[in-house]
């Protein structure tokens, strides 16, 4: 016996499908984890609660930490101004 479905298909469907999975795999805490970590961290940038260090952001999803407790004004000064004769962004 042979058997032949049409199968359709449209946005509310996939909607309904991707929100289902989505729940299934990662749940329901992890977009509220997110959310406090979100406005945890939008406070302390806020506040100014991330001095002592740099973020040398090199794409929406890399970056680098540089502590400055151990670097010279020298050296701040250089990395500053190297940044910026390449086109850098300085930003704070």
Known sequence: ??????LTYDKQLLRRAVLAYWR???GV????A???????F??????GCYSG???LL???AQFITLPLETVSQEMQAFVLKSVQASGGKVVG
């Open 29 to 32: 805490r992890l977009p509220l």
């Open 24 to 26: 299934r795999s990662v």
């Open 42 to 47: 939008a406070w302390l940038l806020a506040e």
């Open 58 to 60: 090199f794409s929406k």
């Open 1 to 6: 016996m042979s058997h032949q479905a049409i």
């Open 53 to 55: 260090f740099w973020l």
């Open 34 to 40: 997110l959310s406090v970590v979100a406005i945890a």
